[in-house]
């Protein structure tokens, strides 16, 4: 298959447009390096070495012998994305390319803004760019689990038939998003529902969980092939946080009470994923939606895992409970539908299996790029104006030898997630002070 | 009450403002005069003469001898918003400061892209500037019944409680939104209920039904005060439309079988449901959702009001079937609830006492700028693009005279609203040979 990955420099889009690669699809990439862009501006940096795109494509066509085409462009740029599809013809695109952190679009107005704009735009311009270019085309579009929210009942996939009042009817499933970030991702799938609806676009809205690892049989082929592995505040997923403050002796930053459940996957059932939708398109009309996860668990639960997996590697691991810089329930029932990829041939690798592996030994191994300044929450939800991490940083990268207490002393008080405390920020003078 | 109308010199912003301010309440203005220039962009006018807003405001003045205050300015300029809050410092803003029509929506990418993001940015800044500037301050955000679409079960009002599995939870009420427009308003119902939540702001969304008629107790004061009267295609509601078509002799245009049915409202229930939320405000942290509409009707059984209420007149009124430019059940189940209001106060005014005081006589009054060419369908839902009224418009303002055939020939085929067809762009093809 002709398959277009965009955003394929970032995270997801870099394995999943090496692994269809190797699958023997004919890939592309689009990208306007966004990803790179926003370490800058928050001043962190992959714990990898990640390389430049130009020479990530280079050593793969030498590996693979086959060439993975690059388009340098923005989706919210429609003449750029319009020539694109026009010049690949791509039978399937799968789109990646958005801001994705919910806590870099709680930062501030502007960041909301610009994330909710250049999320929303840009797939509204891929929407109209299909259906005048590609219509038969079928986009494969990242929504998340988030979008959902943590309801009292059952999360299904995309929709749920409800009986009311003697009648009977399957709509929507009810979205309660917790960031602009999240909204965003809920308004996509309002828009790409309505085209496929009137246009007869054909769109599978993959809600993903959260991914974690690093590794995946292609990215492992050469250094310079390398993933990303955000450990960070605001662009750091939680277990990939963990594992970070594990391998240097830091401790593990909960959230709250820590009862948040979430759905979780590793990076190779991503792509794995991503595939099967491919292989499996959706009809056209249809607006069809997977909840992309294999596991739930609550991030203590995580941190009690990452601090077993610590002890084996002879590392002491402590677990400490911050005051929630999100408005989210600590603990609430949550039961998320997730068969529909299995049925059409996932095979779950297992968190408990890639714990050590892909995580862990990639945070040990990485252990002296590791910037514990990073890693504390400052975004604090119930603030329309946050300091970006960068704008109070005057050491960054501080070693491990630098750090030797715990960075927050404040325990979670009663209730500690209501209304607006100073914890992470105190926390975060602190941090400045032990690291300066 | 110091009250902020957000797109004040709007149709319902208008009538809304003198109401508030007829009532006692301290009333600003806030407009950027948009609306204004849909118009010139259209080539469309309102029915009724309006006047600018400065002498709008002068004479309004002169016969309360109390001022409006007006701030001109756009929502989606932050500084000019903030700016704004903290001068007038209002107790309850409305908003109405969004781009309203469905087809202007449906136009191409562009106008698609533009009413989201204008709606969407513009109702982000004034979340964002009432946290940080008017927090207490009731927001009263002008949605739509057009959220909801037509599912085959009952409207509630904004929630639903849903049994499943064997548990309960009271949700968001689906969404299912039938054009841009229409999902903007959902995207930024989404968004005002994460602030009410995360910031503990106060908010209301009305989602009012189809507004009819012109008149109300304050602007029938003087000729100079006199409301917009929309008939046209794009911005023009059904019901003035039939009105404007029954007054200079053309058939009524029905799309398809005009078994759409809708909640509808006379503006002078519009005007009172504001009130009432004003002096209801929600509760901090509420996000508060009322169906505001009076009465169902199918449009179909509209046009045979108007038939009705013509014949009365001593006018011929035909009606025509199109075939639907936008992609709707033609038939289907609509019970929309709409009892909060009701219980808070209002007491609806019927459109069968309406129709012909507010209507039918509005449009004979001003049948001689009636212009025959603009109530033609010719934006379709189906095209990613079309071209806007303007732009084929060699002959405008057509009298009655000119026009002594019903404009479309083409019978509603069976399926007729499935798939692309030019119906309506022929039409609009003869009609102009006919005007010209």
Known sequence: MRILVLGG?????????LYLAKKGHTVAIADNFARRLWDHELGVQTLTPIRSLSERLRVWEDLARKKIELFVGDVTDYDFLSSLLKSFEPEAVIHFAEQRSAPYSMIDRKHAVSTQVNNVVGTLNLLFALREFQPDCHLIKLGTMGEYGTPNIDIEEGYITIEHNGRKDTLPYPKQPGSFYHLSKVHDSHNIAFTCKIWGLRATDLNQGVVYGTMTDEVGLDEALINRFDYDEVFGTVLNRFCAQAAIGLPLTVYGKGGQARGFLDIRDTVRCVEIACTNPAARGEFRVFNQFTEQFSVLGLAKLVQGAGKKLGLKVEVNHLPDPRVEAEEHYYNAKHSKLVELGLQPHLLSDS???????????????????????????????NERPLQKSA????????????????PVAAGGSNGNHGGPSLARSENSKLVS
């Not at 191994?365 to 104006?385: E, F, T």
């Open 9 to 17: 420099d970032g995270y997801c889009g870099w394995a999943t447009a």
């Open 355 to 385: 714990l050590l592996d892909s995580l862990m030994n990639v945070a040990m191994k990485y252990r002296d790029r590791i910037d514990a300044a990073v890693m504390m929450p400052r975004i604090n939800w119930r603030q329309p104006s």
């Open 395 to 410: 050491t960054r990268h501080a070693s491990v030898s630098e750090i030797s207490q715990p960075l927050v002393a404040e």
